[in-house]
């Protein structure tokens, strides 16, 4: 509340008994404070001191000698002498802040709204009593009004966010302009700048505020429309007092607008709307109120641009799509059409490609048929006439014949990625070393070769057969891309780390693996050759030179390996395939033994060995292979044949089944059957042909190992012996 001093402030210091130079000092401060101040005395509340700031306050009305209710009538209405009577009485200080106090200089004269921040600190005598009251305090209008426009501002963005419609944006700017801005009316409309009238569909307005909507000639309401046409921001406090409006001032004021602020909205030079605010009083507008409408015109302009372009991307989007739909019926119509034309012809290059793949599987399995045959047919002739002397060279060649087509048959399955791996902890270097003379001698003298072995490379588990079969596979073919003349072989290894990002380009986990690389200073390749390398039944070999399934096998092998491999080449300047192998943590590398037949091998008294095979001649030839070592033998041509010779209470030590049995029960799911009974019974699986189930240590269980057919008679009794000991060792 505002104070004013009777005298001088400084005059009446000194008039106080004991002051001096100190007083007057102390009176200078209290009139030039910045804070509004003014002393009350007695219970009354009367005005004994106010400095310039209070009076400002109260808009230079006389206070000194006057009491709070009859100087400041508006100061009584609003609750601030109740609030005075309580601190006089309590002796309790009051603090306020961004009180609002609303001060008009005279009866029905324009009210101001100000905010404060003010504190009533009681004054005593010496024996304590309260004598008056210290008034203190900062106008803190700016302030309280710039959080409200800030807030207003962030209530619009919530709003409009939850808008879909332009004229919602317009009407929602006018709404919260006019709560914030406590004006008369607020409203958007577009003009007609020949006719020069304004046409609103809704305004905002406060109550008793007649609306603008329809049509409203602005000529006859004074000039400042040339201002709107000049893009100017319209800002008249008062319609009375600006040359533009004032000689149809009644006229405006008829109509809540004595003052009045315009935005005007101009394209190309040309206006075409207005956001106006008026207000039915005299007002001054700040500085921070025009920066405040300015800023909502833009906004909404802005979200109303947005909205007009979305709405007409929707409205074109939905003609395209009417006029789509003839188009796609047709477009399905043709693609059925096409789609029946590519599926016969995928289906004619499916066949052409089983054709090519059986024609030459039939080729080599038929010539190896005809060599075990004639070679068996001439060993029974040679026997029915007592000739013993060249048995063992077709006995031999018999044999050589199963093992080609045995490795054709590898190929196949590597090629489909169905081969029955037999993974072993592996020194790659080492490994390399043992073929260097081998492969040396197939690339020929022609051909330099080299090996760079990392040190230390780590160890991986893999089919160490296998692995050596690709790797003579890639030199084989890297010396025909060097024929005739012949270049360089490079074999080198490495360890390498994956992160994510080259992890995912080699189509790999993360981690470590180990890198085999084979470069060749051959003819190269296209990218067409490229694209299609590791394609079954591809190559670019002659007629009667390749299957086309040698990279594809290379390919299947690796993948199933956990492994990668890629290829980089260029024509005219050699190839490089880089194959990669997960690391295995351990800390060596065996040898794998040799499998040598030895009949009879020693065999304790009682072991047993249960033989479950569906095919009747292999059955025949396991049986009397283990009977000849001096095991005893049980045998069973299904699962359930098997299971009711263990039900039967012998001692079994041995369980060899085939995987893939007749009848509902294949081998994986006998020996689980069968540890039931014996839980530590030890089995030997035999598979020509494994499913993705069978490949991979999540088939087998601890105690059980797997034999792949053909098999070599020694290999496999070696391995029921090896087993069979491992077991007792364990017990």
């Known amino acids: 509340m505002p104070v004013e001093k009777a005298d001088s402030t400084i005059d009446r210091a000194e008039t106080m008994p004991g002051h001096g130079d100190g007083a007057a000092s102390l009176a200078m401060l209290f009139e030039q404070s910045p804070s509004f101040m003014a002393i009350l005395e007695g219970p009354d509340h009367r005005f004994v001191h106010a400095n310039a700031s209070y009076l400002r306050l109260v808009q230079q009305r006389p206070v000194l000698g006057r009491t709070v209710a009859d100087a400041l009538p508006e100061?009584?209405?609003?609750?601030?002498?109740?609030?005075?009577?309580?601190?006089?009485?309590?002796?309790?200080?009051?603090?306020?802040?961004?009180?609002?106090?609303?001060?008009q200089a005279r009866m029905g004269g324009a009210a101001v709204e100000r905010f404060l921040d003010f504190d009533y600190q009681p004054l005593r005598q010496a024996d304590g009593s309260v004598t008056g009251i210290l008034v203190e305090g900062h106008d803190v209008t700016e302030r309280v009004l710039a959080q409200a426009l800030h807030m207003a501002l962030l209530r619009l963005s919530d709003e409009f966010q939850a808008l879909g419609q332009s004229e919602d944006f317009s009407f929602t700017a006018c709404r919260i302009l006019g709560e914030t801005l406590k004006v008369s009316r607020v409203g958007y409309g577009t003009i007609d700048p020949v006719a020069e009238t304004l046409h609103v569909d809704r305004d905002w307005t406060a109550p008793g505020v007649e609306t603008l909507a329809g049509v409203t000639p602005l000529r006859e309401y004074g000039s400042f429309i040339d201002s709107l046409k000049q893009n100017e921001f319209i800002n008249i406090n008062d319609v009375?007092?600006?040359?533009?409006?004032?000689?149809?001032?009644?006229?405006?004021?008829?109509?809540?607008?004595?003052?009045?602020?315009?935005?005007?909205?101009?394209?190309?030079?040309?206006?075409?709307?207005?956001?106006?605010?008026?207000?039915?009083?005299?007002?001054?507008?700040?500085?921070?109120?025009?920066?405040?409408?300015?800023?909502?015109?833009?906004?909404?302009?802005?979200?109303?641009?947005?909205?007009?372009?979305?709405?007409n991307l929707q409205e074109s989007e939905l003609r395209l799509r009417a006029a789509n739909e003839t188009l796609e019926r047709r477009v399905n119509e043709r693609t059925a059409a096409l789609m029946e034309i590519e599926e016969?012809?995928?289906?004619?290059?499916?066949?052409?490609?089983?054709?090519?793949?059986?024609?030459?599987?039939?080729?080599?399995?038929?010539?190896?048929?005809?060599?075990?045959?004639?070679?068996?047919?001439?060993?029974?002739?040679?026997?029915?006439?007592?000739?013993?002397?060249?048995?063992?060279?077709?006995?031999?060649?018999?044999?050589?014949?199963?093992?080609?087509?045995?490795?054709?048959?590898?190929?196949?399955?590597?090629?489909?990625?169905?081969?029955?791996?037999?993974?072993?902890?592996?020194?790659?270097?080492?490994?390399?070393?043992?073929?260097?003379?081998?492969?040396?001698?197939?690339?020929?003298p022609a051909v330099n070769v080299e090996m760079v072995r990392a040190e230390c490379l780590w160890l991986t588990r893999v089919d160490v057969s296998q692995l050596e079969n690709v790797l003579l596979n890639l030199c084989i073919n890297a010396r025909d891309a060097m024929a005739p003349a012949g270049g360089s072989l490079t074999i080198e290894t490495a360890n390498e780390t994956l992160d994510d990002s080259s992890s995912a380009r080699w189509e790999?986990?993360?981690?470590?693996?180990?890198?085999?690389?084979?470069?060749?200073?051959?003819?190269?390749?296209?990218?067409?050759?490229?694209?299609?390398?590791?394609?079954?039944?591809?190559?670019?070999k002659p007629i009667g030179q390749g299957t086309g399934l040698g990279l594809s096998m290379v390919y299947g092998f690796l993948r199933q390996s956990g492994g990668q491999v890629r290829v980089h080449s260029e024509v005219g300047r050699g190839t490089t395939f880089s194959m990669y192998l997960p690391r295995h943590l351990g800390t060596s590398a065996?040898?794998?033994?040799?499998?040598?037949?030895?009949?009879?091998?020693?065999?304790?008294?009682?072991?047993?060995i249960l033989v479950v095979e569906d095919e009747e001649v292999v059955r025949q030839i396991?049986?009397?292979?283990?009977?000849?070592?001096?095991?005893?033998?049980?045998?069973?041509?299904?699962?359930?044949?098997?299971?009711?010779?263990?039900?039967?209470?012998?001692k079994i030590d041995l369980l060899l089944t085939d995987v893939g049995l007749p009848g509902g029960m294949n081998g994986r799911q006998l020996a689980d059957a069968v540890r039931v009974v014996h839980p530590r019974l030890s089995v030997l699986f035999m598979t020509g042909y494994a499913e993705n189930a069978v490949v991979g240590s999540e088939f087998l269980a601890p105690g059980m190992e797997v034999i792949t057919k053909p098999f070599n008679l020694g290999a496999l009794a070696l391995k029921v012996r090896k087993i069979i000991d491992q077991a007792e060792g364990e017990s």
Not at 75 to 100: H, K, M, N
């Open 622 to 650: 396991v049986v009397e292979l283990l009977t000849e070592q001096g095991f005893a033998v049980l045998a069973a041509a299904n699962g359930a044949e098997g299971l009711r010779m263990v039900e039967s209470g012998r």
């Open 240 to 311: 009375r007092e600006d040359h533009r409006t004032s000689a149809v001032s009644a006229a405006l004021e008829g109509r809540d607008a004595r003052s009045f602020l315009n935005v005007p909205v101009v394209e190309k030079g040309v206006l075409v709307a207005v956001l106006y605010v008026n207000h039915a009083e005299r007002r001054e507008w700040t500085d921070a109120e025009t920066a405040f409408m300015r800023e909502v015109a833009r906004r909404t302009r802005t979200a109303v641009e947005r909205a007009r372009a979305a709405s």
């Open 590 to 608: 065996t040898e794998p033994a040799a499998a040598r037949l030895n009949p009879r091998e020693s065999c304790k008294l009682g072991e047993c």
């Open 75 to 103: 100061a009584f209405a609003q609750g601030y002498v109740a609030l005075l009577d309580r601190v006089f009485g309590t002796g309790e200080a009051y603090s306020a802040s961004g009180a609002r106090y609303v001060t």
């Open 508 to 540: 790999l986990q993360p981690g470590e693996y180990i890198l085999i690389g084979v470069t060749d200073s051959g003819c190269g390749m296209s990218p067409e050759t490229i694209a299609r390398i590791f394609d079954p039944f591809f190559t670019t």
């Open 344 to 444: 016969r012809l995928r289906q004619s290059q499916k066949m052409e490609a089983i054709g090519q793949l059986t024609g030459g599987i039939a080729h080599d399995f038929n010539n190896l048929l005809t060599a075990i045959n004639g070679s068996l047919e001439v060993v029974e002739m040679n026997l029915a006439r007592g000739k013993l002397d060249d048995v063992d060279l077709f006995i031999g060649m018999a044999k050589d014949s199963v093992q080609r087509a045995t490795s054709l048959t590898q190929r196949l399955l590597a090629f489909s990625r169905r081969q029955t791996l037999d993974p072993k902890l592996t020194d790659v270097n080492r490994l390399i070393g043992s073929l260097e003379d081998l492969i040396k001698r197939t690339v020929g």
